[in-house]
């Protein structure tokens, strides 16, 4: 097990390969809450918009930090955990949105989700956990 601070080479495709990552936030009871999200890599943060009605929203504007978790899909023993510092920018249009679908493979159409009303969430990385 390695422990850095910046993301290494050795995993930085769990975070540039289109995949659901599990993103755990603190709720109100200082409990974890953990949901499957899509992200994007963006230099060294990773991002993502989340809409304004979900608990993770409400989680983060509380207590301002999250964990990333992702599991090599071809080898279980191959992880790496992002715990960062969240932060949250209100976006008036759909630009980063339509970009985080198309690495998914979807569009503004087929994204089974609201595309109104989010936010964009930015994880900066303060301790990265590199296994496998």
């Known amino acids: 097990?390695?422990?850095?601070t910046s993301i290494p080479a050795t995993h930085r495709d769990l975070l540039e390969t289109p995949s659901a990552a599990a993103?755990?936030?603190?709720?109100?009871?200082?409990?974890?809450?953990?949901?499957?999200i899509w992200f994007l890599l963006d230099g060294d943060v990773v991002r993502t918009s989340l809409h304004r009605s979900r608990q993770k929203y409400r989680n983060v504007v509380d207590h301002p930090q999250a964990?990333?978790?992702l599991i090599d899909p071809t080898n279980p023993f191959r992880t790496l955990e992002v715990r960062g510092d969240v932060t949250l920018e209100d976006i008036s249009d759909t630009s980063f949105l339509?970009?985080?679908l198309a690495h998914y493979g979807q569009t503004l159409k087929t994204f089974p989700a609201p595309t109104d009303n989010r936010v964009l969430l930015t994880l900066t990385p303060r301790r990265i956990v590199a296994n496998g």
């Open 23 to 36: 993103f755990t936030t603190v709720g109100a009871a200082g409990y974890p809450q953990t949901t499957a």
């Open 67 to 69: 964990t990333l978790f």
């Open 1 to 4: 097990m390695s422990e850095v």
């Open 98 to 100: 339509e970009r985080l």
